[in-house]
């Protein structure tokens, strides 16, 4: 079992920066692709960004490609989205996610763990 604890979510303005980590439970993080997931209000749950187990792959769903960077430390079992320029229509609950599998499967499949979300609100 794998368990996924966010951290960083919080209210911002247009244009702001903000960072989430997940911190995963267990010696098997470095198996793992990690991926953050958003849902906003309303809406189903979508990809934002994966990235492959040593960290050489990403990819990132259109609408954050340039502004969001996903990043690991696999000493540290952590994963992190930096995010930058947030724009209101980036509100939404943040889920970390982890696959024993592919970055590429796990962003066309989903993950098979997932934290409990922390709410990202970009308002003025």
């Known amino acids: 079992q794998v368990r996924l604890v966010e951290s960083g979510g919080g209210l911002v303005q247009p244009g702001g920066s903000l960072r989430l980590s997940c911190v995963a439970s267990g010696r098997t993080f470095s198996s793992q692709a990690m991926g953050w997931f958003r849902q906003a209000p309303g809406k189903e749950r979508e990809f934002v960004a994966v990235i492959s187990r040593n960290g050489d792959s990403t990819y990132y769903t259109d609408s954050v490609q340039g502004r969001f960077t996903i990043s690991r430390n696999n000493a540290k079992n952590t994963v992190y989205l930096q995010m930058n320029s947030l724009k209101p229509e980036d509100t939404a609950v943040y889920y970390c996610?982890?696959?024993?599998?592919?970055?590429?499967?796990?962003?066309?499949?989903?993950?098979?763990?997932w934290g409990q979300g922390t709410q990202v609100t970009v308002s003025s």
């Open positions: 996610s982890a696959k024993f599998s592919t970055a590429q499967v796990m962003r066309d499949m989903g993950g098979d763990y």
